[in-house]
């Protein structure tokens, strides 16, 4: 038996506290029947898994959340907002607790029979002064210098989700497959062995000339065994290969967490803060994906805390002064995460009132950091000083204002991983603040390309498409320095020629085979390769700092053999296409509204995302039907691409509650399933569809040309 009985109740623990915290600031903003039927079932399982576990605390206070969303089964209102307030102390009280169950540093766990005491004290008054507190820059009268206050717990970054086990136990599988044919080849071989025995024999043995002959042939034929046998074996050894290496990216990946872990404590401040100061405010936390060392999601979490209440305090105005100033009631903070080559850029966004850069300059003098009366700073100069931290326009101290140490934790996280960050603000439109950070480590899918006996890898999100080249085009090609592709004339970059500055391509063989057309910052260029040799998961390391690399290189990732494989930086591939063509720009390709796949099936999302980014769509995924429409509900799309058969929600379901939404009604759906019946296809039509793609009978430029039919740029 175990000797910790509360191992596997922790894991499901935390997971549901997860779902349970994101659930109820959902419901804040979006109220309705489903969300808290969710809740609901949340709360139930944690309930009854506490009470196996002896867990009565915990039991107690997923009873009372239950107690507080019962009323609401049948409501699509809003709930009070005493109630959301109650939801969010139960939340933080379980989670208090299932933080105690945790083992402690010499490895002792808690008893099962009850919960340790939580230590964190209830949460108080957000109006009240606390000396904890800190956040800064903004817009009013000076502050006078307080003392610094004690360092935010940054927030620890969330576990790797169950979804990538699952990833990669599938990857295992797959790879263990592959030794099928291996298996069988056994007998096949040992087939030849016997067949060249028998072949020996007969040599051995006088002949006559009919022998001979019969001989002759037999070795024809076991030649042309051995043969086609060895083609077959290294087809299946070098497909385990690929599969070893996907199967290594995606434990590597393991050790990674998505951006989005952050996203709900972020969510929380911005709430809290709104609660606090009278504000109407919704979170919007974008590029959650992008996974990357926990280190360093941890740092800027920390200053993103600040930096996100700042906005709320500083930025967006009240309901009043909005609505005066011709703006939505609700105002917005978004929180962006975004890969540039080796380093995550997080931003974060508000549409509020902007910096009062008159105020700034008053309160810098005020410190003695401008001369009153001297040379105007220009708006840069200003905000710089914001940055240096002391710098508060907030005329008392709060929990989240006046101390003026907000942009100083910025500050501090940038210059401790050597990073950078800005502030861009715009009078009565909003603020951007701009975090850059450098990746140790950052896990991609990657497109593994082969020219002049190197192999290099490009983030798969920076492939437009893939040309195979005529000689003759290719040829053009490396003479012209230019690819006419999809009505555009764009640069071409032999891989070979970048990768190794002054080297020439040889074109007696025609030039490269295939070109890759890599996509970053709005703009397109065509690299050569010779070949294509499938697709990876992998974990990018950046370049040691003693070993100089051309340009184009991001960093390294490492093979089954643990060789490093360079990995391009699509910013990096146009910046020396455009130094090696003279620097022309290609047209600014059109803008296409995104695309939301709706499928159960993770294999399925991935191939429908990999052909719609290919052909240069931005796509969103949903794994339900209920996930999907919170998020068409969140966002604008051109087209729905739905699975039928999914839990919950079918597909016809999904188009046609989304045809019954007035705001959703005008968005294209297509069908995309198993079923081939003419019933379903006429079912299909009755809710909506636009169209109806059979699974077995999948054609990619069909599918296609229907998105290029109904998703117009």
Known sequence: MSQDPLRYFRVEARELVDQISAGVLDLDQRPGTELVARLLRFAHTLKGAARVVRQQEIADRAHAFEEVLVPHRSDDGPLPAAEMRELLRLNDEIERYVAALEPTADGAVPPADRAPPATAPAKEDPRAPEPAAAVPAA???????????????????????????????????????????????????????????????????????????????????????????????????????????????RAERLRLVAASSIFTALR???????????????????????????????????????????????????????????????????VTVERRGSYAAFLCTDDGRGFDLAAVRRTAEARGLLVPGGTEPGEQALLDLVLRGGISTSPTVTEVAGRGIGMDVARDVADQLCGDVRIRTNTGLGTTVELVLPLALLSLHGLIMEAAGSVATVPLDSVRTCVRLHPEQATTAVVTGKLAHDGEALPFLPLARALYAGTTVDQEEGGPGVAVVVTADGRSVAVGVDRLA???????????ELAPAAPVIGGVSMDLDGNPRLVLDAQGVIAEASRVGGGAAPPEPAIRLPILVVDDSLTTRMLERSILESAGYEVDLAASGEEGLDKARARRYGLYLTDIDMPGIDGFTFVAETRADPELAEVPAILVSSRAS???RARG?????????????????ELLAHIRRLVPA
Request: net charge negative.
């Open 139 to 249: 817009p009013e009268p000076p502050a006078a210098p307080e003392p610094p206050a004690a360092p935010v717990e940054p927030v620890p970054a969330a576990r790797t989700a169950t979804a990538d086990v699952d990833d990669l136990l599938d990857a295992v599988g797959e790879a263990h497959a592959r030794f099928a044919p291996l298996r069988t080849g056994y007998a096949a071989f040992d087939k030849l062995h016997r067949a060249a025995e028998a072949l020996a024999d007969q040599l051995r043995a006088g002949r006559s000339a009919e022998q001979t002959a019969t001989t002759r042939a037999a070795a024809v034929r076991l030649a042309a065994d051995l043969g086609a046998f060895g083609r077959q074996l290294t087809d299946t050894v070098e497909q385990v290969e690929r599969e070893l290496d996907e199967v290594r990216g």
């Open 268 to 334: 929380r401040a911005v709430r809290d803060a709104a609660e606090a100061y009278d504000r109407r405010v919704r979170f919007d936390g974008r590029g959650g994906d992008l996974r990357m060392d926990p280190h360093v999601l941890t740092l800027a979490s920390g200053a993103l805390l600040h930096i996100v209440r700042n906005a709320v305090v500083h930025g967006v105005e009240p309901e009043a002064d909005r609505l005066a100033a011709g703006k939505p009631a609700e105002g917005t903070v978004t």
């Open 534 to 544: 499938g697709t990876s998961t992998l974990v990018v390391r950046p370049l040691p």
């Open 678 to 680: 003419a019933e379903d």
């Open 685 to 701: 039509a009755a809710v909506g569809a636009a169209a109806y793609v059979v699974k077995g009978e999948f054609n990619q430029e």
